[in-house]
């Protein structure tokens, strides 16, 4: 059986375009539909004048943890993200006690899976599944906000309205529409992605169940001439508390390559 690192390198190959034809730039005209917000929003990350999005390759740091009372494990990450034919591929490397987890988050076409092995051969977690799909399509919309601003321009996304500082929005892809919120600082960095739709997995004694979920990011950072936010934390809104269980660090975001 192959390494998590191997289906990973495999489901690049295959969902990355093997022929990049020259893709027009984004232009003023592009963001006048959108909500006043998320047009200020891609002018401070600087898409205007820059090709459109297909793909997003990111790299990043940080640590993880099951639950708020479990220890946390330091983790580094790779992941491709591709818009026009919707992907999302996560892998990471973690250390517990000293040894090695990896882990695969795989959303291709329909469907939605994750799992992750200690000492890359005996599995500690596994989904999949409607509601997997379902919480992944939230994930994959949030990396739109945070890792590909420009991405924001599909046609996936209905805006639902907001102010100068929010907006709201649903995004559809394999069937399933999810929603959430950005919310902006007043220099229109996004700042915040809050969502209602994302299962929180089995934890902490607790079953699957819906809880909200947000992104709080900070410390703006140029990535090869976009402006992106690169350090946050992923929270659980659970009734007992907020925890994060993810923190992390953007090392680089690369698009089209």
Same mark, same amino acid.
């Given at each position: 059986?192959?390494?998590?690192?191997?289906?990973?390198?495999?489901?690049?190959?295959?969902?990355?375009?093997?022929?990049?034809?020259?893709?027009?730039?984004?232009?003023?005209?592009?963001?006048? $539909?959108?909500?006043? !917000?998320?047009?200020?929003?891609?002018?401070?990350?600087?898409?205007?004048?820059?090709?459109?999005?297909?793909?997003?390759? !990111?790299?990043?740091? #940080?640590?993880?943890?099951? #639950?708020?009372? !479990?220890?946390?494990? =330091?983790?580094?990450?790779?992941?491709?993200?591709?818009?026009?034919? =919707?992907?999302?591929?996560?892998?990471?490397?973690?250390?517990?006690? *000293?040894?090695?987890?990896? *882990?695969?988050?795989?959303?291709?076409?329909?469907?939605?899976?994750?799992?992750?092995?200690?000492?890359?051969?005996?599995?500690?977690?596994?989904?999949?599944? =409607?509601?997997?799909?379902?919480?992944?399509?939230?994930?994959?919309?949030?990396?739109?906000?945070?890792?590909?601003?420009?991405?924001?321009?599909?046609?996936?996304?209905?805006?639902?309205?907001?102010?100068?500082?929010?907006?709201?929005?649903?995004?559809?892809?394999?069937?399933?529409?999810?929603?959430?919120?950005?919310?902006?600082?007043?220099?229109?960095?996004?700042?915040?992605?809050?969502?209602?739709?994302?299962?929180?997995?089995?934890?902490? #004694?607790? $079953?699957?169940?819906?809880?909200?979920?947000?992104? $709080?990011?900070?410390?703006?950072?140029?990535?090869? *001439?976009?402006?992106?936010?690169?350090?946050?934390?992923?929270?659980?809104?659970?009734?007992?508390?907020?925890?994060?269980?993810?923190?992390?660090?953007?090392?680089?975001?690369?698009?089209?390559?």
């Amino acid at each position: 059986m192959s390494s998590l690192r191997a289906q990973y390198d495999a489901d690049v190959s295959r969902v990355t375009p093997r022929v990049r034809p020259v893709r027009p730039s984004v232009t003023e005209a592009d963001l006048a $539909p959108l909500p006043v !917000a998320v047009q200020r929003y891609l002018r401070f990350a600087g898409v205007v004048g820059r090709a459109h999005v297909r793909t997003v390759r !990111a790299r990043m740091h #940080g640590r993880i943890r099951s #639950g708020p009372r !479990a220890r946390w494990m =330091p983790f580094r990450a790779i992941q491709v993200d591709r818009f026009d034919d =919707p992907a999302r591929l996560f892998y990471f490397d973690a250390s517990m006690f *000293g040894m090695p987890i990896r *882990g695969y988050h795989r959303y291709v076409g329909p469907s939605a899976t994750m799992l992750v092995k200690l000492l890359g051969l005996f599995p500690v977690a596994r989904a999949g599944g =409607p509601a997997m799909t379902k919480a992944e399509t939230v994930t994959l919309f949030n990396d739109m906000c945070l890792l590909a601003p420009a991405a924001l321009l599909s046609p996936m996304i209905q805006w639902e309205g907001g102010d100068d500082r929010s907006v709201s929005a649903s995004f559809t892809n394999a069937g399933h529409t999810i929603r959430a919120s950005l919310h902006f600082d007043a220099s229109d960095a996004l700042v915040n992605f809050v969502s209602d739709d994302r299962l929180r997995e089995a934890a902490d #004694g607790q $079953p699957a169940h819906l809880v909200r979920w947000s992104t $709080p990011m900070t410390d703006v950072c140029d990535f090869h *001439g976009v402006r992106l936010a690169a350090r946050g934390d992923a929270r659980w809104h659970e009734p007992s508390g907020e925890f994060a269980y993810i923190e992390l660090t953007i090392d680089d975001v690369r698009y089209d390559e």
